[in-house]
């Protein structure tokens, strides 16, 4: 009986040693799988048997496979060109979803945009994230990651930035403009500049600035725009002016340095605006007349061109018109045993009884790990490891058939006793 015992011993470890060699198979198979996790194959003996009536004599009935550990170690982060390639360094998984379906958990950050615009994973899955409304905030709620059709909305010019040096040496010059279908004449005027603004809906103005010595410090600034929403047929208006004072260093002296004037916006369909001209650090130097700085903070309707994604997970979009608007948070999942989720392939994870119930959180928060865009986690096989196991699997399966075969040929002697 002891040696027909061995025989299933021997057997047990063909079964477990081949169930080990699978996983190994499985892990040096996945080594260039983004996001693969890799599994270790954990043996354990089976329930002895007593001899003699006494537990101080027993021998083992063999050996098996009792876990199938998922290993859950840092892979390596890899640089590529895509902003959508989402890699996590740390705890936690991407949560996607399946339309009308399940939601699965995976490490594998391989997302682009589909035909409708959605965020979504190889296998078509959308990515979840955290809500944000109109103004960049977070709504707290998790939902599909939705891109196309975004747009930046226009905002009306409500301030114009002017930094000048206007020359000293200039001479006087009455200033006669009175508008029409031309622009004033140097006649008129020492030095000039334009800047484009906005109004509510978006359209661009050209608005001019006219500047005439009329004493000794001081000059005029005329502010000219074109009222005409036909550009074949222009007519320009002076909307104001407004005299800068400089003192004997060639400092301004307004206070405030500033004024606002009125625009009229509704021959484009637009809101009226009142947008004020701030001539702070302008000077008067013996210098030529020059604009040191000049800006404005309007802007037109933009379209997006390009999506970026910050190591907080929050997705912003790229518009045309210069502008940055936040469109979601990526949400990030976290299991007190993770190990214990359940492989569905295809680099997806189901919740199990035994992982226990994911929690939420954005990247940095609660326990779970930061992003990184345009990367990749690659899989996290050692090559080197799993060669190693695989030789010592072999050995050990070599050395149960060598089991099998001594008490084989056991078996046969005792048959010869007979002939």
């Known amino acids: 009986m002891a040696m027909l015992t061995s025989l299933f011993t021997g057997i047990s470890g063909l079964n477990a040693n081949g169930l080990a060699l699978s996983v190994i198979g499985d892990n040096i198979a996945n080594a260039n799988t983004v996001g693969f996790k890799s599994s270790r194959a954990n043996f354990g003996d089976i329930i002895s048997q007593t001899l003699s009536g006494t537990s101080a004599m027993q021998v083992g009935r063999g050996t098996m496979i009792i876990d199938i550990q998922k290993m859950f170690t840092q892979g390596t982060l890899e640089t590529t060109a895509n902003p959508l390639d989402l890699a996590i360094e740390g705890d936690g998984f991407f949560v996607v979803r399946q339309p009308n379906g399940p939601t699965y958990y995976t490490r594998a950050g391989q997302f682009r945009l589909d035909k409708e615009g959605y965020v979504i994973d190889p296998n ?66 020492n030095y000039s500049t334009a800047i484009t603004v906005y109004d509510s809906l978006g359209n661009p103005h050209l608005v001019y600035m006219y500047f005439n010595k009329i004493a000794v410090n001081t000059w005029d600034a005329h502010v000219v725009y074109d009222t005409s929403n036909d550009p074949n047929n222009p007519i320009y208006t002076e909307v104001g002016s407004y005299t800068l004072n400089f003192n004997n260093t060639g400092a301004l002296t307004n206070t405030p340095p500033s004024t606002s004037f009125a625009f009229d916006f509704t021959p484009w369909g637009a809101q009226t605006a009142n947008i004020t001209i701030n001539f702070q650090d302008t000077t008067q130097y013996g210098s030529p007349n020059a604009v040191v700085f000049q800006t404005q903070n309007g802007y037109s309707s933009g379209n997006l061109i390009a999506v970026t994604v910050d190591q907080n997970g929050v997705i912003s979009g790229v518009f045309t018109n210069g502008q940055v608007k936040n469109v979601a948070q990526v949400v990030l999942s976290k299991f007190v045993a993770p190990h214990n989720l359940t492989k569905v392939g295809k680099n997806l994870f189901l919740e199990s009884y035994s992982s226990g119930g994911p929690t939420y959180g954005a990247p940095g928060t609660v326990g779970v790990g930061t992003i990184y865009a345009n990367s990749l986690e690659s899989s996290n096989v050692d090559l080197a490891e799993e060669f190693i196991r695989m030789i010592a699997a072999q050995r050990a399966y070599q050395a149960n058939v060598r089991v099998i075969t001594t008490t084989d040929n056991m078996l046969n002697e005792l048959m010869n006793i007979v002939r």
């Open 124 to 189: 078509g899955y959308r990515l979840q994230a955290y809500l944000m409304d109109a103004m960049g905030n977070i709504t707290g709620g998790i939902g599909d990651v939705y891109l196309a059709g975004l747009m930046s909305d226009p905002s009306a010019t409500s301030e114009i930035r002017a930094q000048l040096n206007l020359d000293s040496r200039e001479a006087t010059k009455n200033w006669t403009y009175t508008g029409g279908s031309s622009l004033p004449t140097n006649d008129n005027y």
